[in-house]
């Protein structure tokens, strides 16, 4: 399969040195950032997931299309499927996005998250290049 050139790319980035989460978002067909969002000292999954969900509300409130997210996070994908997470923090934005899957889940569900293969296709537009 050749590497995807539509859809929005997501992802998580954590640095320990700078007690700092972020995620974001990228177009594939423009490389256009759609989103960027630092949120304090979380974990990896939470930024992952948190993506995700920013990159589906994108695509619901722009009626962007084609209507696929792409994540290399099993977890996120995991946790978007079960709209719910795992996690044992005590973040907000987690319970929000909890919520927000569930009210919308008839247009989330419209949306395909698809893992993005590192190694067939090497990182993520979105990558920070943290590793």
Do not use: C
């Amino acid at each position: 399969m050749n590497r995807p050139t539509e859809g929005i790319a997501t992802d998580g980035a954590h640095s320990i040195k700078n007690s700092l989460t972020s995620y974001r978002g990228v177009d594939l067909r423009t490389g256009e950032q759609l989103f960027r969002e630092h949120i304090g000292n979380q974990t990896i999954n939470i930024g992952e997931f948190l993506g995700v969900v920013e990159a589906v509300k994108y695509i619901i409130e722009n009626d962007y299309h084609p209507k696929v997210v792409y994540t290399d996070s099993i977890t996120a994908m995991a946790w978007i499927r079960n709209k719910k997470t795992a996690s044992r923090k005590k973040y907000p934005n987690l319970k929000k996005a909890e919520i927000f899957l569930k009210a919308m889940s008839t247009q989330v569900d419209q949306i395909q998250v698809i893992h993005w293969n590192n190694d067939v296709w090497g990182e993520t537009p979105a990558d920070f290049g943290l590793k």
